[in-house]
């Protein structure tokens, strides 16, 4: 970085130093991943200058001749990854990609149902922190507490009472597959339209190694960040005969130019998710997770809803004597990331959490595979047993730097 490093020092040793952290710890947010460096490049692009309001071919600004062929380039890439009738790929972030989806066919006040965000859900499906619960009526749905998995006939019960105009399927935190079909029959019963937000799984869709729920649903949401792959940003694929209310509801509804450089920074991911490496990528994050939830358990942990079928694991500290809070700091001090997370009807408030959810994209990416997995659930069970050993945390520190250095971020 010569420019950066001469115009300003101090940011470029902080970015220096937060490249130094990536690559000397092992990432286990379950929102995150590391991204290809073709993807860092396009988003660090020239394109992130440009002003481009509206859509290629109809813009408001002059000398978008590229930018059309960008943005053109990047919504057909992701219709054909997808199977979808229409992608808008201007959202800023998942949270605008949701908002988008609302206003396009809701009237403000209008009724939503969706899960609740101690349960799994995310903020933007209706929390009362998020402005979209002063705009919108939402009622939640929770999950059965004693499997811990969706009822569908709650939902169903819950949709009939409350008679909601669009119900949301999709989760932050749900280590489950979700049955679209189900969800789908239960939105057209109650004459509902279908919103999935699929931003954490969007990479196991693409790569087809967990079920779609293009096919069945009026509006997917997703961010290309997380399993994708694809640097920040967010999505929306919709059925043709939405296409004109969600390009809309974006521009000028709630965005104004679009950030080139992450488009082309998603048109980058949508090539590559088309890849046979991409796919093996995909089946080895399900592998993973699956060798994380039954290492833990085998440690005599419990597993929230008795294991995982996607790229997460949301485990229960409880009966280990720890909340989620002292278990994110110490394993944070050990180089290992991960973050606290309520589980169903947690005890503790959320700043504290009884759980941690751990997520399998980024040691993927870095190669690992199940010794690596199984490795690293013995590492965070010996931090987590011995939080008050200097000795043993500074073990554990140094077995996960050396390990770190066998599998470089970019290889
Ligand atoms: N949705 C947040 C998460 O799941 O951590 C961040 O993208």
Not at 46 to 56: D, Q, R, V
Not at 215 to 238: E, N, Q, S, W
Not at 290 to 316: K, M, P, Q, W
């Amino acid at each position: 970085m010569p420019y950066l490093m001469e115009d300003d020092p101090e940011v470029a040793r902080i970015i220096r130093d937060e490249e130094s952290r990536v690559e000397n710890t092992l990432d286990l947010i379950a929102a995150e991943n590391h991204a290809p460096l073709s993807v860092l490049e396009a988003q660090g692009s020239i394109f992130s200058l440009k002003a481009a309001e509206g859509f290629p071919g109809n813009r408001f600004h002059a000398g978008c001749r590229h930018a059309d062929a960008l943005e053109s380039l990047a919504v057909s890439r992701a219709k054909r990854l997808f199977g979808a009738e229409h992608a808008n790929v201007q959202p800023h972030s998942g949270v605008s990609a949701n908002l988008a989806v609302y206003f396009s066919v809701l009237d403000v006040g209008d009724r939503i149902l969706s899960m609740k965000l101690s349960h799994g859900g995310h903020l933007s499906h209706g929390d009362a922190a998020s402005m979209t619960s002063r705009c919108f009526d939402f009622q939640h749905y929770g999950l059965n507490l004693k499997t811990e998995q969706i009822d569908y006939d709650e939902i169903e019960d819950l949709a009939k009472s409350f008679g909601p105009r669009m119900i949301v399927a999709g989760a932050s935190s749900y280590p489950r597959l979700i049955d679209y079909e189900k969800m789908a029959e239960i939105a057209q019963s109650v004459s509902a339209v279908l919103l999935v937000d699929m931003a954490h799984i969007a990479g196991l869709v693409a790569a087809k190694v967990i079920p779609s729920p293009v096919p069945l649903a009026d509006f997917v949401t997703f961010t290309t960040y997380k399993t994708l792959r694809g640097g920040r940003g967010g999505v929306i694929l919709c059925r043709q005969k939405h296409t004109d209310r969600i390009n809309r509801a974006i521009f000028p509804g709630g965005q104004g130019t679009p950030s080139l450089n992450l488009i082309a920074a998603k048109a980058v991911c949508f090539h590559l998710g088309l890849t046979e490496d991409f796919v093996e990528l995909q089946k080895k994050t399900l592998n993973n997770a699956a060798c994380f939830a039954a290492e833990f358990e085998r440690l005599g942990y419990r597993i929230v809803s008795g294991g995982t079928e996607n790229h997460l694991v949301l485990i229960d500290l409880r009966s280990k004597g720890l909340t989620g809070a002292r278990a994110e700091k110490t394993l944070e001090s050990v180089g290992i990331i991960v973050n606290r997370n309520v589980i169903p009807a947690d005890p503790e408030r959320p700043e504290v959490s009884s759980g941690i959810r751990m997520g399998s994209p980024a040691i993927t990416s870095r190669g690992m595979q199940e010794p690596e997995a199984r490795q690293i659930a013995r590492m965070m069970d010996k931090s987590m047993s011995n939080i008050e050993s200097t000795q043993i945390l500074n073990q554990v520190a140094q077995d996960v730097r050396n390990l770190c250095k066998q599998f470089p971020v970019q290889q």
